[in-house]
């Protein structure tokens, strides 16, 4: 059977109304600085055992450096923290100027302020297209904050809000 020819804008514009939550995936490099990446594809894998994953592009500078250091830590970003998103999603080495970051018992990155945070061992990486599919075992999690996540929706950052 012939594959369909797909449009990639048109896939993209179609995949764009589903909302995404947005996360920032921290490590440390091999000099000990912390390196990071903006996704929108971050979800629960498993539960037994706990299981997480996301998707960085192949082209991505940052995720080589996450890979290297064979663990990461995922930032669930708050509703308040778009300029915080919008800094670490520009690539290049100074992008973590100013931020407030501590180092966690587990030697990762933990944003300041992240509404949600969840550490990991890697465990896979899978080919996936023009992505790669990244897995981690939950070494330890922890919600810090009661607020709205940051979401991403139609090309645009926004908020939840319920209906009740």
Known sequence: MDKPAIDPNS?????GNYPTGVAVITALD??????????GTFSSV?????????????RSGSWGLIEQSGRFCVNVLASDQLALCQQLAKPGIDK???????VSKHNLPVLGDALAVIECRLTDVLEA??????????????VRRQITPLLFFKGQYGSFSPLS
């Open 129 to 142: 297209g023009d992505h790669w599919f990244v897995m981690g075992e939950v070494i330890t999690f922890e």
């Open 96 to 102: 973590f100027a100013g931020v407030d970051i501590t």
């Open 11 to 15: 896939f993209r514009q179609v995949l």
């Open 30 to 39: 091999s000099n000990g600085s912390p390196v990071g990446m903006v996704v």
């Open 46 to 58: 498993s539960l037994n055992p706990p299981l997480v994953g996301f998707l960085p592009d192949k």
